[in-house]
């Protein structure tokens, strides 16, 4: 069986899907930020991007549902107050383990559920960007796309009756590849790739244009790490 519908509508109905965002504890979260952002402000960027990410992701035309796999009582909190459902973690078992136990969860409620994995970290994320990727994404039984450094993946996705087998982590896209899952090669979804992992990042994703969470935190920011490039 196909996809669920989101409507009942004749054409331009479009396939549901159910995306599982994986966060960590925002305590260990986006430690390779720590330097740029200090101690305090690390963790509410955190939670920020993720909000932004799953506020976006919500928004899309072709998301059914959105679960958020995390232990992070905060998080949980804020995140179910805009829609999404929380599953507890798998604790100790990592990013990989915590993807497939949020799939199956999905999957106990909705058999014939197809599943999409995003990561927590896409502050710039647009929903009809995203409605793009997962628009390719249907015609394969599992497909990904590469971040934007083409290193990692921020997104993979398993069709109904599809294991989502994720290998998620660094040079992930390699491993995706080599996995038999369909690279997705759309050229226009800068936000959908624009994970944020170092200062660097965060200023590419502050010039696409991040969503309102991540914006309102910018100001605390330290001029490092918003300023440009090379700039003084
Ligand atoms: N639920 C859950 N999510 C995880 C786990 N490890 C990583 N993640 C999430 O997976 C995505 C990519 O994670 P990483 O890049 O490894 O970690 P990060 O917190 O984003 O950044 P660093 O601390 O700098 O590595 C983010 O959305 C993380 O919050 C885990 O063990 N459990
Ligand atoms: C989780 C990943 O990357 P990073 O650890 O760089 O966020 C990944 O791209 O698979």
């Given at each position: 069986m196909g996809p669920m519908r989101r409507d009942g509508a004749d054409g331009g109905a479009e396939a549901a899907w159910s995306l599982v965002v994986p966060l960590k504890p925002l305590v260990r979260?986006?430690?390779?930020?720590s330097r740029a952002t200090g101690e305090e402000v690390r963790p509410k960027l955190a939670l920020a991007f993720a909000l932004d990410t799953v506020a976006a992701a919500l928004a899309c035309e072709y998301v059914g549902d959105v679960a958020v796999v995390t232990d992070d009582p905060v998080a949980g909190e804020r995140l179910a107050a805009l829609g999404a459902r929380i599953v507890p973690d798998t604790p100790a078992r990592g990013l990989n383990a915590a993807l497939t136990h949020g799939a199956s969860a999905v999957r106990a409620r909705r058999p014939d559920a197809a599943v999409a994995a995003l990561n927590a970290d896409l502050p710039a994320l647009r929903p009809a960007e995203l409605g793009r990727v997962l628009h390719s994404a249907a015609e394969f039984p599992r497909a990904f796309l590469a971040d934007a450094a083409e290193i990692g993946t921020t997104l993979l996705t398993a069709t109904s009756g599809v294991e989502l087998a994720p290998a998620f982590g660094g040079p992930s896209r390699a491993r995706h590849l080599a996995s038999g899952a369909r690279e997705i090669l759309a050229p226009d979804v800068p936000s959908v790739r624009r994970d944020v992992d170092t200062v660097e990042d965060l200023r590419a994703a502050l010039k696409l244009g991040v969503g309102p969470y991540t914006a309102r935190q910018a100001p605390l920011l330290a001029d490092g790490a918003t300023a440009p490039a090379g700039a003084p």
């Open positions: 979260a986006k430690s390779r930020l």
